[in-house]
C-alpha cells in the first residue's frame, strides 16, 4: 500500500493506493486560514501536521494490514515556513496567495532586475513567490529573521516532521525563486540577495527519490507495521501532473482548484521572453512551463457563496444555454493575477452588464472569466511554438459539465477527464510506488495507472464565438490595470 498526501489551501487530502493502482480510500481533514490583513494570508504548520496524522489515521482505520510501504506528499508551493534553532515554527506561514510582498517584488524585478533573475533562476519576482517573502520578514520582522535555522516550503515540513530529513525536491524549489532551475542547485546570487546562506537550505532530491523512512514513534502512533519509505514529493501542480499523466515532453494539464494552472512538460528547459509562464523543473525528472491564475475555482465559490449565498452550485448551472453569446465580462483578479500579467495590485470587475441582465448571464460570465484567463497563458506557450490540442483537466471546478464544455471550446481543446480525479495525492502516491521500486520511473507508472474515462471535444461554430469573445476580453486588462496602482 502507498499513500498520497495533498498539503491543500483549505484541507489535507489523502488516499491508499494498492500496487495495481487502485485507490482503497480517501479522507480530507480540514484546517483554518488566517487573513490578519487585507492581501495577507497565513497558516499554522502545525496545523498541517495533526491534519496529516489524523487523515492518515482515518485512512488505515479499518484496514487489517497496516504495512505502508511508501508515502509520497504533494503540496500548496512557495508558502515560507521558518524554523528556529529548536525546531520552533518562527512564525505563521506566509502562503502562496498572500499579497503583501508588492514592494519586495517590485524591488527583485526592477532593482536587482528581470534579465538578472531570469539568468539566476530561469524566472522573475512574482508576489507568491518564497524570495520575496523572506526579504518581507527581513524587512518588517528582523528578529524573526535572526532566529532562522531553517527555511523550507509547506509539504517539505510534513515530510521534515515524518522522518526528520531536511529536503526539498526541484519541483517545488522552482517556485521559490531561489533555485538554479536548469542547472538544479540553489542559486548562490539569490541566497545571497535575500541574505540567507546554503546552510539554511534543504538538500535537493528529485520528486520520486527516497529521502528517509517514517520514523519509529510516528508508526507506533500511526499503527503502522514495518518500514515506511518516504520520498521527496512535489510541488502541488508537478504532482498533479503526474495524477493526471502528464509527463514526458509535449503533455498538457488544466487544473481548476483554488488556483488555475495550465501546465505544459517538457524534456528540455525553456523560458519565454517576457518571463510570463513559469520555467519549472517537474516531478518526472524533466521541466515545464506554467501559467497560474490566482483565483480559478475560487471566483465561482466567492459568487456563489458571498454574493449569491446559495449552495446550490449545479442547479445555478442548469439551464444555461447561451455560450458564446453572453455579452457581460467577468475579469477574475479577485487576489491579483499573477501569469501572464504578475500584477497583485490589479483586482476583479464585472463589465458589459445591462437592464436585461439575468443571475445566468452573470454565473456564466464567472465560468467563461476564469477560461479566458487561463486561455492567456495558452497564447503565451503557443507563442513558443508548442502546439497543444489535447489537455487533460482535473480540480474541483473540473467536475462541472458546463465549466469543462465553456474551458474546451475557449481553448480549442480535447479535455481528457480521468476515471481518478484525485489530483496531487494520487501523484504522492504514484510518485513513493516509483521511489520503492514497484514501477522503474514516473512514466511507466502514469501510463499503467492512469485511465482516460471521458474526452470534452470543442465544437467548431462554439469555438468560433468564443474566439471572438476572447478577442474582447484579453482589451479589458490593459483599460483597468492603471486604476489599481
Not at 526528520?164 to 538554479?180: I, P, R
Request: proline share 3%; aromatic share 8%.
Amino acid at each position: 500500500m502507498y499513500l498520497g498526501v495533498d498539503l491543500g489551501t483549505s484541507a489535507v487530502k489523502l488516499l491508499a493506493m494498492d500496487a495495481d493502482g487502485n485507490i482503497k480510500k480517501t479522507v480530507s481533514v480540514e484546517y483554518p486560514i488566517s487573513f490578519p490583513k487585507s492581501g495577507w494570508s497565513e497558516q499554522n504548520p502545525e496545523d498541517w501536521y495533526k491534519g496529516t496524522m489524523e487523515g492518515i489515521k482515518q485512512l488505515l482505520a479499518d484496514e487489517a494490514d497496516k504495512t505502508v510501504e511508501g508515502i509520497g506528499v504533494g503540496g500548496q508551493m512557495h508558502g515560507l515556513v521558518i524554523l528556529d534553532e529548536q525546531d520552533n515554527v518562527i512564525r505563521p506561514a506566509i502562503l502562496w496567495n498572500d499579497g503583501r510582498t508588492t514592494k519586495e517584488t517590485e524591488y527583485l524585478n526592477t532593482v536587482i532586475g528581470q534579465d538578472k533573475l531570469s539568468e539566476y533562476t530561469g524566472n522573475i519576482a512574482f508576489a507568491g513567490f518564497t524570495a520575496p517573502k523572506i526579504l518581507w520578514v527581513r524587512d518588517n520582522e528582523p528578529e524573526n529573521f535572526k532566529k532562522i535555522k531553517k527555511l523550507m516550503l509547506p509539504k517539505d515540513y510534513i515530510v521534515y516532521r515524518l522522518t526528520g530529513a531536511y529536503t526539498s525536491d526541484y519541483s517545488d524549489a522552482s517556485g521559490m525563486l531561489l533555485l538554479d532551475v536548469k542547472n538544479k542547485k540553489w542559486s548562490s546570487e539569490m541566497l545571497e540577495i535575500c541574505g540567507i546562506s546554503d546552510v539554511e537550505m534543504p538538500e535537493l532530491h528529485e520528486s520520486f527519490d527516497v529521502v528517509g523512512e517514517l520514523k519509529a514513534e510516528i508508526s507506533a502512533e500511526l499503527g503502522i507495521s514495518g518500514t515506511t519509505k518516504v520520498v521527496a514529493g512535489a510541488g502541488d501542480n508537478a504532482a498533479a501532473a503526474i495524477g493526471t499523466g502528464t509527463v514526458g515532453a509535449g503533455r498538457c494539464n488544466l487544473s481548476l482548484g483554488t488556483s488555475g494552472t495550465i501546465f505544459i512538460s517538457n524534456d528540455k528547459f525553456s523560458v519565454d521572453d517576457y518571463n510570463s509562464l513559469h520555467s519549472f523543473a517537474h516531478a518526472d525528472g524533466g521541466f515545464h512551463l506554467m501559467g497560474c491564475m490566482l483565483s480559478a475555482a475560487s471566483c465561482n465559490k466567492w459568487w456563489m457563496d458571498e454574493i449569491l449565498r446559495d449552495q446550490d452550485y449545479a442547479g445555478n448551472q442548469k439551464g444555461i444555454d447561451n455560450l458564446g453569446e453572453n455579452n457581460v465580462f467577468f475579469m477574475p483578479y479577485l487576489m491579483g493575477e499573477r501569469s501572464p500579467h504578475n500584477n497583485p495590485l490589479v483586482r476583479a470587475g464585472f463589465l458589459g452588464m445591462s437592464m436585461d441582465t439575468t443571475r445566468e448571464d452573470m454565473v456564466l460570465a464567472v465560468l467563461e472569466g476564469v477560461a479566458f484567463g487561463l486561455r492567456d497563458s495558452l497564447e503565451v506557450a503557443r507563442s513558443l511554438g508548442v502546439k497543444i490540442d489535447t489537455s487533460n483537466i482535473c480540480g474541483g471546478g473540473a467536475k462541472s459539465p458546463l465549466w469543462r464544455r465553456i474551458i474546451a471550446n475557449v481553448m480549442n481543446l480535447n479535455l481528457e477527464i480521468q476515471e481518478n480525479d484525485e489530483g496531487p495525492a494520487l501523484g504522492g502516491a504514484i510518485l513513493a510506488a516509483v521511489g520503492c521500486g514497484q514501477y522503474k520511473d514516473v512514466e511507466e507508472a502514469a501510463q499503467k495507472l492512469v485511465k482516460v474515462k471521458e474526452v470534452v471535444k470543442p465544437e467548431p461554430e462554439l469555438v468560433a464565438k468564443y474566439e471572438e469573445k476572447y478577442q474582447h476580453f484579453r482589451k479589458l486588462y490593459p483599460l483597468i490595470k492603471d486604476l489599481y496602482n
